[in-house]
């Protein structure tokens, strides 16, 4: 029983990183092709250098931000009556029990692959709207109506900061660090 459910254990883990693999790769190559160069790719996704001060400074803002609409749907989902963030907390929960590893990955390569795919990707590709509501809809495994929400408004926001500053290593940074108050705040 306990080999069955270790073999379900690594065959998850192989299919999150293989996932996370393809929303990295697909967007290289799809600019590799163009620029035939792995740097002039990787510039073109948004990872570009950037002062420690800009950096810094502008990860802080964009944190604050997704720290500001996320309270304001929480506020907003329990006064309508519709509040179903339990199940995220259970899903977090979930995985911690299973492996902090994969939590630590969820945090760390999860967030880098998804803001190559969803901003730095599918923002040039498909514009603010559609990459935002594809990025809420990822979020649909948690199995909450308002996370679902949450990461639509937090995608409008994260793809507008992108667009603006056209560097994704403040929105890599900003989202990890939103990612482990939360955590903090759920476990």
Not at 25 to 53: D, T
Not at 131 to 136: D, E, I, N
Request: charge should be positive.
């Amino acid at each position: 029983m306990e080999r069955k459910r270790g073999t379900k254990i690594i065959e998850k883990i192989f299919s999150i990183a293989l996932l996370d693999l393809i929303l990295v790769f697909l967007p290289l190559l799809y600019f590799y092709r163009k620029n035939r160069s792995v740097k002039e790719s990787f510039k073109e996704l948004g990872i570009k250098k950037i002062n420690k001060k800009e950096l810094i400074k502008k990860s802080v803002s964009l944190t604050a931000g997704l720290i500001a609409i996320v309270f304001l749907v929480s506020i907003t989902s329990f006064f309508l009556g519709v509040n179903d963030l339990d199940k995220v907390s259970e899903t977090v929960k979930a995985i911690t029990f299973v492996s902090p590893f994969l939590l630590i990955y969820y945090m760390t390569v999860r967030v880098f692959s998804e803001e190559i795919f969803f901003r730095g990707f599918l923002v040039k590709k498909t514009g603010i709207l559609i990459s935002s509501a594809l990025f809420g809809l990822a979020h649909f495994m948690y199995g909450s109506v308002i996370e679902v929400l949450g990461a639509f408004l937090a995608g409008l926001f994260l793809a507008y900061f992108y667009q603006k500053n056209n560097n994704l290593l403040p929105n890599i940074i900003g989202h990890m660090a939103y990612n482990a108050i939360s955590l903090m705040m759920v476990i």
